[in-house]
Nanobody, 122 residues
């Protein structure tokens, strides 16, 4: 089992940047695929990015490709989401998630953090 705690959210102007972090408990962090998802009010939870166990493969949602970068540091049990060129439509609660298997859908992930709010003003 793994527990996840996100941090780094906040208020930023359009065009700005934020870096989210997700710290995981436990000694088996490298056995989990890590994903970032987001959910805006009234909308379904949306895939943002995923990174495989050792970081060898990443994938991004179409709306964030070229602007967001996911990375992980297995020595620190932490996954990051660097968000650049932020837009008002990026406003949402951002969640990190973990699972033993690779996937892009939120239903495929067993473990979730509590979320961190990102608000982008125009």
């Amino acid at each position: 089992q793994v527990q996840l705690v996100e941090s780094g959210g906040g208020l930023v102007q359009a065009g700005g940047s934020l870096r989210l972090s997700c710290a995981a408990s436990g000694r088996t962090f490298s056995s989990y695929v890590m994903g970032w998802f987001r959910q805006a009010p009234g909308k379904e939870r949306e895939f943002v990015a995923v990174i495989t166990w050792t970081g060898g493969r990443t994938n991004y949602g179409d709306s964030v490709k070229g602007r967001f970068t996911i990375s992980r540091d297995n020595a620190k049990n932490t996954v990051y989401l660097q968000m650049n060129s932020l837009k008002p439509e990026d406003t949402a609660v951002y969640y990190c998630a973990a699972d033993k298997s690779y996937g892009l859908g939120p239903s495929q992930y067993d473990y979730w953090g509590q979320g961190t709010q990102v608000t982008v003003s125009s």
